[in-house]
């Protein structure tokens, strides 16, 4: 048997599903330009740009792309394992929430503790602090391609996860002043039109992503105007997980935070020992350099080495 290191097709396919595969640039909550299955510039495969329209093939060679780069090395370094939905399960699970490295279900997992390693993994289910239904569900579907090598949505879903139905965002579309006894179709595709959207009537990672600003912005305004303090971005969509609290620290950060503090550490003690040693420390500068001290009448000690 040979470790596996990359995405299999099935995998795709279900990462597809649940991310969606935008062809136009759009802005996610933050306010990141994205495209393609949710890929940022921070991905290092494409910087997206408003405008920007890319093919189905060429959405397939980013994803592709920053699956090896980004993705597929880090689970690979922590999931070493020989069963290709293992692997799989584990690595959209990273995609969504990029905590393959601090995740402690992990752990769990490795050492056989499959029940505590379950409730773990389906702990990561919240985005603004929020239990939200898309990722209750997208947990689900990833566990049970790790535990029971099933990829097919567990809910039997007939459309996929990247898209939302209308009666989940009735009252957003209402509180942004859309009269939705209009219809599902006729609603979505008048807020589409007004924000430059795809018209398609569905409400998909872009359409979502905008819907959500445009609520974040509303209650910006309305928080200045009473005389409060603007928030960031409120809410969040399937692709930003708040992470619970057993999420372990990365030991990668770990380390740079103990380099960190061991070089604080030894730049204070190096200049308490200068200052102390400073009489025998000035004898040693360069002539010009003492010469620069005493003209600012700075005398640090004897100028001859003794």
């Keep these: 048997m040979v470790k596996i290191t990359q995405l299999s097709d099935s995998g795709d396919t279900v990462l597809v599903e649940e991310e969606g595969d935008v062809l136009v640039a759009y802005k996610c909550p933050a306010g990141v330009w994205t495209i393609s299955t949710g890929l940022t510039a921070a991905s290092g495969v494409v910087k997206p740009q408003k405008g920007m329209t890319i093919t189905r093939d060429e959405s397939r060679r ?12 880090a689970v690979a370094a922590v999931i070493n394992t020989e069963r290709e939905n293992v692997f799989d399960g584990a690595l959209l699970f990273h995609w969504n929430t990029g905590a393959i490295r601090r995740a402690s279900w992990v752990s769990l997992f490795l050492a056989g503790s499959f029940a505590k390693a379950k409730s773990s993994f389906f702990s990561w289910n919240k985005g603004g602090g929020k239990v939200l239904p898309g990722l209750v569900r997208r947990r689900d579907r990833e566990w049970n391609i790790i535990e029971n090598g099933r990829y097919g949505a567990v809910d039997g879903r007939s459309v996929p996860n990247s898209l939302t139905v209308f009666a989940d965002h009735i009252h957003d ?7 939705v006894s209009k219809g599902a179709v006729t609603t979505i595709t008048a807020f589409q039109r007004d924000h430059g959207l795809k018209l398609d009537g569905l409400i998909g990672p872009a359409t979502r992503a905008t819907l959500q600003r445009a609520l974040a912005e509303k209650s910006a305004v309305s928080k200045a105007a009473a005389g409060g303090t603007a928030g960031g971005v409120g809410g969040a969509g399937a692709d930003a997980v708040t992470a619970p609290s057993d999420a372990v620290v990365d030991p990668t950060m ?3 935070v103990g380099i960190g503090a061991l070089a604080v550490a030894g730049l204070v003690w190096g200049g308490l020992w200068l200052w102390r040693h400073r009489g025998p420390a000035f004898a040693w500068l360069p002539e010009p350099m003492k010469d ?10 004897r100028r001859v080495r003794t």
Aim: hydrophobic content about 45%.
């Design 62 to 73: 980013l994803r592709r792309e920053a699956l090896k780069r980004n993705y597929e090395p």
């Design 292 to 301: 620069w001290f005493e003209d600012r009448g700075i005398v640090l000690g």
């Design 173 to 179: 579309f209402k509180a942004l002043g859309y009269d």
């Design 254 to 256: 770990l380390l740079w």
